[in-house]
């Protein structure tokens, strides 16, 4: 699938042997570092979920009905739950809302979708509401958890879950990507920079991208005068 990034493809697999052999659980928790592209991917797993003529691979047809409500944006049987303002919690309300919403039977396709991401940001009484859905869900509905910091969710919610999990690319798998799909070349300090986003090669070039290279080369040459003794450290 062009759609997907070259790390993605075996986690993709999973996903289509699930849904081809009707084994699609009712909750899913997508992990990974942050910047593999997991919203992406859910994104292709939602549309495949939705399509009323996915093909062989699973992957959603973009013509039918319902594909095309939902790159409208406006599809009646998917929901998104997200912080309100950025770096905020999901609130109980929003679960609540989204509780009454999956009373009502599909719309336009055979499924209901739901993408809470990033999952780790909901507070302690969201988590609780939400376990009210995941302990009695509704019929063929995907719920699908979306973090990169696995350790806060509630093991309440992680064991009525079923782990998808998104592993890291190579280093010479992610720095082939970079080079490839960005300006920048295969040098010490794009090196640095994919150390410091943890091997993930999205994140990895927002850092570049935010002039994360000079702040970099900055303070690697800090510490160089510090040791050579041409600053105080204070």
């Not at 509905?141 to 919610?157: A, D, G, R, Y």
């Not at 490839?180 to 994140?203: C, F, M, R, V």
């Not at 970099?216 to 800090?222: A, G, R, T």
């Amino acid at each position: 699938m062009n759609t997907l990034y070259p790390w993605q493809t075996s986690v993709w697999q999973q996903f289509v042997e699930l849904k081809q052999q009707q084994r699609l659980p009712h909750a899913l928790l997508l992990t990974g570092v942050h910047g593999l592209g997991k919203n992406s991917f859910t994104r292709e797993i939602v549309k495949s979920v939705l399509c009323l003529s996915a093909n062989n691979d699973e992957q959603a047809c973009g013509q039918c009905h319902s594909c095309q409500v939902f790159d409208a944006g406006n599809h009646p049987d998917h929901s998104e739950i997200k912080p309100e303002e950025a770096g905020k919690q999901i609130k109980i309300e929003q679960i609540r809302q989204l509780i009454d919403k999956q009373r009502l039977t599909p719309t336009i396709a055979q499924w209901k979708t739901v993408v809470i991401s990033p999952a780790y940001s909901m507070n302690v009484n969201a988590n609780n509401s939400l376990l009210k859905l995941l302990e009695e869900p509704q019929p063929n509905t995907l719920i699908v958890l979306v973090t990169s910091k696995l350790e806060k969710m509630p093991i309440t919610v992680k064991s009525r879950c079923q782990n998808l999990h998104m592993a890291t690319p190579s280093f010479n798998q992610a720095m082939d990507w970079i080079t490839q799909h960005s300006s920048y070349p295969k040098d010490n300090t794009t090196t640095k920079i994919l150390e410091l986003a943890k091997g993930a090669p999205l994140a990895a070039v927002e850092m570049l991208d935010a002039q994360g290279a000079e702040q970099y080369q900055q303070v690697e040459q800090d510490f160089k005068d510090i040791l050579d003794g041409k600053c105080n450290p204070i």
